[in-house]
Nanobody, 117 residues
Framework: QVQVVESGGGVVQPGTSLRLSCTASGLAFGTYFVEWFRQVPGKERELVASITSTNKENYRDHMKGRFTISRDNAKNTAYLQMNLLEPEDTALYFC???????????WGQGTQVTVST
């Protein structure tokens, strides 16, 4: 059974950092693309960053430079390092694992990030 679990969210002040983790089990993690999405109530889920199985990274334009996605296949875990957080980064952050071979995808339950004074 495949499980995808996000962690690392919390309540932080503007200008600080958080590192989110996405740990998966029950699949060949290294073969999957990993994508981080975020969603706020009343808005569509938006892609934040992605990383391929060969470590090619891609970012939503205004997040590049503040956010860094990475992966450790030995730990079946991907990360999203978020620096200089802004109140506008407040959202529920989701991890998605997507197979490039058969379009199978798996979602986690999300981890809440709140940036507030």
């Amino acid at each position: 059974q495949v499980q995808v679990v996000e962690s690392g969210g919390g309540v932080v002040q503007p200008g600080t950092s958080l590192r989110l983790s996405c740990t998966a089990s029950g699949l060949a993690f290294g073969t999957y693309f990993v994508e981080w999405f975020r969603q706020v109530p009343g808005k569509e889920r938006e892609l934040v960053a992605s990383i391929t199985s060969t470590n090619k990274e891609n970012y939503r334009d205004h997040m590049k430079g503040r956010f860094t996605i990475s992966r450790d296949n030995a730990k079946n875990t991907a990360y999203l390092q978020m620096n200089l957080l802004e109140p506008e980064d407040t959202a529920l952050y989701f991890c998605n694992l997507h197979s490039p071979f058969d379009d199978t995808e798996y979602w986690g339950q999300g981890t809440q990030v709140t940036v507030s004074t």
